[in-house]
């Protein structure tokens, strides 16, 4: 089990970016009552003991549900977060631990999309002004003239032309495609070698959603970048992406490359995710759909024990509640942590 | 005679500009037990169609023309409180967009499922909340829950609960709008689940208004298509995504992400919706259609029927 653990991590060597066992606990504050009393304080898991390599060039999508820790996975890697625990290397650099003068560094080559872009944008910033800023705290660009050049170009990168149209333009006047498309932008603007692009269509219409992912796609074959996709959507995950780790409660469940985890899923949860995603067939319409799994995910706070799927595991078995499974090899490059195949 | 009956219906806001035609010219008609589909981009109007069906569309907006009728009952135009007291929620209910947010954090989940029993129907609290209980139990929900507060339900649950308050004057025509939108997967599986029951189970009329034709695919029996305040395609399920006609209809079913085939690329539609304000002449896709000829940007296409129950507004059918 140690060796297949190993082998997930095993062409780190060449990885762009790779995390090892990281962590991030979040704490919650006592009550006075419970501080005087000296109860001991309770964490809210997010993310408990994640790793994984990405290669460059690669696609790699963290998909689960709301809670499962993805979005603090990703928070984490661009270092928005500090990790309780766990390494992150980029480019075989650890960089789990930065001087603000590192970290500034660090910015320019990974840099991350956010979910919404009716938030992430500053609302009394112009677009202009908002591409500049990453410039100013990056020193990137000495002139004005040089950096409008780039914001001229980075504008294009993203089709929002002519450029003047637009960097006048205070959010609350772009549309909710164009909005996303000044956030990547913002993130392309500093050349940067790897993307946090954390649900960046998830808050857009279907149109919209196939357009930005296009344009996802085509900046990376440009570039040569290399992308963390974190979604709870599977069929966008098989469109744009290489490789697919499933995550469940701050663990990853389930790791393999899209076509074989979506043709061929090992693990119960991965199952059910996918017997949920709605396909576009009305002669399915009158059918119920059977999601072999039950109720929802509980908090990060109270993890069951053993297995932290058991409580809602059709499957379980009697380790499933007393040990924890690891992540095992079932096929080349088929990651599963689940007792069903370590056990039986 | 259809059970909802929509004709000619315009619903505009007006704003200091002048008139957003948000809801311009639209026809539709529900059967009991049937269920609708109400698909197209943000700012198509289908929300606005949803509340101008409910007639409480929010200043400033206003039915402008057109006719409502439920049962066989003319709703436009119809006095407020009259609408209050037989209407809304006895006839047609709606589950409003992001049910999250809807429900009231200082209130119990179980008075504000039977709030409609106690304004609309004068009944006493304690025996609303009886009642809230077995609505609560109908939509998959334990109904002790009558005394907690929405902050200690999961997303799922308070999507329930909505549903619940929405189901207990028994209305005969259900409008969810968006109503799986900001849920997990498998709880939005669920709520499908739950919303096909209920359809069998109560012979509810529902309309489900969506911009994913993913969830609209799963309970609609027949679709309809809108774009910038317009019907363009409507039709029976199976005809309009099996073989759809519209060029607008086919871009947006190609835009959709799959699953379970491989695709190379993703279709999409350049360019915005047009502003309603000044919508453009004729059909209003023509700016964004590849296939526009002669008469689009002056003639608008009426809705023809193409094939049995299946109506098409292009005038790559009327005139080629």
Request: with cysteine; net charge neutral; glycine share 6%.
């Amino acid at each position: 089990m140690v060796e297949a653990k190993e082998a997930v991590l095993m062409d780190s060597k060449e990885a762009v970016m790779k995390v090892e066992n990281l962590r991030k606990y979040f704490m919650i504050r006592r009550s006075f009552g419970e501080f005087i009393t000296g109860k001991p304080p309770r964490y809210v898991k997010a993310v408990d003991g994640v790793s994984f390599a990405i290669k460059p060039k690669e696609v790699f999508a963290l998909v689960g549900e709301s809670g499962c820790g993805k979005t603090t996975t990703g928070k984490l890697i661009v270092k928005l977060l500090r990790p309780s625990g766990g390494r992150i290397y980029f480019n075989g650099t650890d960089v789990t631990e930065l001087s603000t003068e590192e970290e500034i560094e660090y910015r320019k080559r990974v840099q991350i999309i956010f979910q919404d872009p009716y938030s992430s944008l500053d609302p009394r910033f112009r677009v202009y002004d908002i591409l500049e800023e990453p410039l100013l705290i990056t020193k990137v660009g000495e002139t004005k003239a040089e950096r409008r050049e780039l914001i001229y170009k980075a504008l294009e990168e993203v089709r929002l032309v002519p450029q003047e149209e637009f960097i006048g333009r205070f959010p609350h006047q772009l549309s909710g495609g164009q909005r996303q498309r000044v956030a990547i932008a913002r993130a392309l603007i500093l050349n940067p070698e790897f993307l946090v692009a954390d649900e960046p269509v998830s808050m857009l219409d279907l149109s919209i959603r196939a357009e930005i992912l296009e344009l996802m796609r085509e900046l990376k074959e440009r570039h040569g970048l290399t992308y963390l996709y974190i979604t709870h959507d599977l069929s966008t995950a098989r469109f744009f992406c290489d490789r697919i780790a499933v995550m469940y409660l701050g663990k990853i469940v389930e790791l393999a490359t899209s076509d074989r985890l979506i043709e061929n899923p090992v693990h119960p949860y991965t199952k059910a995710l996918l017997i949920a995603v709605p396909e576009p067939d009305p002669s399915q319409r009158h059918v119920m759909k059977e999601i072999p799994i039950i109720g929802e995910v509980p908090s990060a706070v109270n993890i069951p024990p053993g297995c932290r799927f058991h409580p809602r595991c059709p499957y379980r078995f009697e380790p499933c509640d007393k040990e924890e499974p690891e992540l095992i090899e079932v096929e080349p490059d088929h990651y599963v942590a689940c007792h069903l195949v370590s056990k039986k | 005679m259809p059970l909802l009956e929509v004709k000619d219906l315009k619903a505009y806001y007006f704003i200091s500009r002048g008139a957003v035609k948000a809801v311009d010219n639209v026809s539709i008609d529900l059967e009991k037990g049937e269920s609708l589909g109400l698909a197209g981009e943000s700012g198509c109007g289908k929300s606005t169609l949803g509340f101008a069906l409910m007639n409480m569309l929010p200043p400033p907006g206003r039915v402008v023309a057109g006719s409502i009728k439920i049962d066989g009952q003319e709703i436009v135009g119809m006095k407020e409180d009259e609408l209050r007291k037989r209407i809304r929620w006895q006839e047609i209910a709606m589950i409003f967009q992001g049910a999250m947010n809807v429900l009231n954090p200082v209130y119990t989940v179980g008075y504000q499922v039977a709030e409609p029993l106690i304004y609309h129907k004068g009944m006493g609290k304690k025996e609303a909340i009886e009642e809230a209980k077995k609505y609560l139990e109908l939509v998959g929900l334990d109904p002790n829950i009558v005394n907690r507060y929405p902050h200690e339900l999961s997303g799922g649950m308070k999507q329930r609960a909505v549903i619940a308050t929405a189901l207990i004057m028994s209305p005969k025509v259900l409008i969810a709008d968006e109503p799986t939108t900001a849920l997990d997967v498998i709880v939005q599986a669920q709520i499908i689940n739950l919303l096909k029951e209920l359809k069998r189970k109560l012979g509810l009329s529902i309309i489900i208004i969506s911009h994913d034709l993913s969830v609209i695919s799963e309970l609609a029996d027949r679709l309809a298509i809108m774009y910038a305040g317009k019907i363009v395609e409507l039709g029976p399920s199976d005809s309009v995504y099996s073989d759809p006609v519209h060029p607008y209809t086919k871009a947006l079913l190609n835009a959709i992400p799959r699953l379970r085939k491989k695709q190379e690329r993703l279709e999409f539609i350049p360019g915005a919706p047009p502003n309603l304000l000044s919508p453009p002449p004729g059909c209003r896709i023509h700016p964004r259609c590849p296939y526009r000829f002669e008469p689009c940007d002056k003639e608008e296409p009426e809705l023809v029927e193409v094939r049995p129950g299946h109506f098409v507004a292009c005038h790559l059918y009327t005139r080629r």
